[in-house]
């Protein structure tokens, strides 16, 4: 097997602890990225520490370059490796805010973290989606077919994954039927190649990557997260429950122009969103490649202003719940995150 693809090691009711945090990180990210006191000393934090990302444009640097943050900046301290990862430096008080998957948002706070999700990230629609492609030719029509095949996806533990438990759970497998569907970690700009040479059956491909598989031909879905759930905003930026209470117009300035980036990205023509990002990623002097860019379609979030819903958090507690991943009742929908500070579209 190539080095590229890393068996799961990890259990059905385990996998996600990967996405845990020591009780002694939590603690001592208590306080804050930069230090300050916040509104308590009547002086707010102005400067946003934050990762990015190769080759993109996240929605707070798409806001802070339509100016829609007035004296809020931004300070880049690095990429992420990951959005558990992300939301860690966040907790940590390495960054000010973090984005990932709402599944490991519910597990970061389950693990103690002090955190709140203030605004959506990233989801899924029609023009932006994940889907499991399998070779043209390939037996696997259903779930059922999946029972002791390869399933590549970019990480364990999180979005993926999790897509794959529920296809599995809605189709009828039981869980030791579901337990023999083998996940694998697959690079993605290896996993197309991987499933045209068999060594998996099936991979997950997203974005420009999905778009020039099928563009090649030989692939078709098995089905797409869209077709699984609708159109879904699936991640969430948090923030620090201190960092918000000591900064409250820092935070409200964050999420409403955050709010209105996604709203300007939505209704401005695709050729113009594409160019801004571009300009962004070549200002920023990051020596990146921002050709990828062209193949940009829209950050998939469902609601206006990026508003976070139960819904987004009360699929992800169920299923973890009854994996034993969260304690039931340990944590309600309602409680991980907050509008409050969302100011789009209310005058």
Request: charged share 20%.
């Amino acid at each position: 097997m190539p080095a590229a693809l890393t068996p799961s090691t990890t259990s059905r009711r385990q996998f996600l602890t990967l996405l845990g945090i020591s009780a002694a990180a939590v603690s001592c990210g208590t306080a804050t990225a930069g230090g300050g006191s916040g509104a308590g000393s009547g002086s707010q934090v102005k400067t946003l520490k934050y990762q990015g990302a190769v080759g993109a444009v996240t929605l707070p640097e798409l806001a802070a370059d339509l100016g829609y943050f007035g004296d809020v900046k931004l300070e880049w301290v690095g990429n992420t490796i990951s959005g558990p990862q992300d939301i860690q430096s966040a907790a940590t008080g390495q960054t000010h805010f973090g984005s990932a998957f709402n599944g490991a948002v519910i597990k970061l706070a389950a693990g103690g973290a002090p955190i709140k999700a203030v605004i959506s990230s990233y989801g899924s629609d029609q023009h932006t989606y994940g889907g499991y492609f399998v070779l043209e030719d390939s037996p696997i029509r259903s779930a059922r077919d999946l029972i002791g095949k390869k399933v590549g996806m970019n990480t364990l533990g999180a979005h993926y994954q999790a897509l794959l438990d529920i296809y599995l759970s809605r189709n009828g497998l039981s869980e030791a039927e579901a337990g023999k569907v083998e996940p694998l970690v697959v690079p993605p700009v290896n996993t197309e190649q991987a499933i045209r040479q068999k060594q998996i059956e099936v991979g997950v491909l997203s974005g420009i990557l999905r778009d020039k598989a099928l563009a090649a031909g030989g692939l078709r879905p098995l089905f797409t997260d869209t077709q699984l759930l609708g159109p879904f905003s699936a991640g969430t930026y948090i923030m620090t429950q201190r960092f918000i209470k000591e900064n409250p117009d820092t935070v409200r300035t964050f999420v409403t122009g955050v709010a209105k980036a996604i709203e300007w990205s939505r209704t401005t023509p695709r050729e113009q969103v594409i160019a801004r990002q571009t300009e962004i990623v070549k200002k920023r002097g990051r020596n990146e490649d921002a050709s990828n860019l062209k193949y940009w379609r829209s950050y998939g979030i469902a609601e206006t202003g990026g508003r976070v819903e139960d819904k987004h958090f009360r699929l992800w507690l169920d299923w973890l719940g009854e994996r034993g991943e969260v304690k039931k009742g340990r944590l309600k929908a309602s409680e991980l995150f907050t509008n409050e500070f969302n100011g789009y579209g209310k005058g």
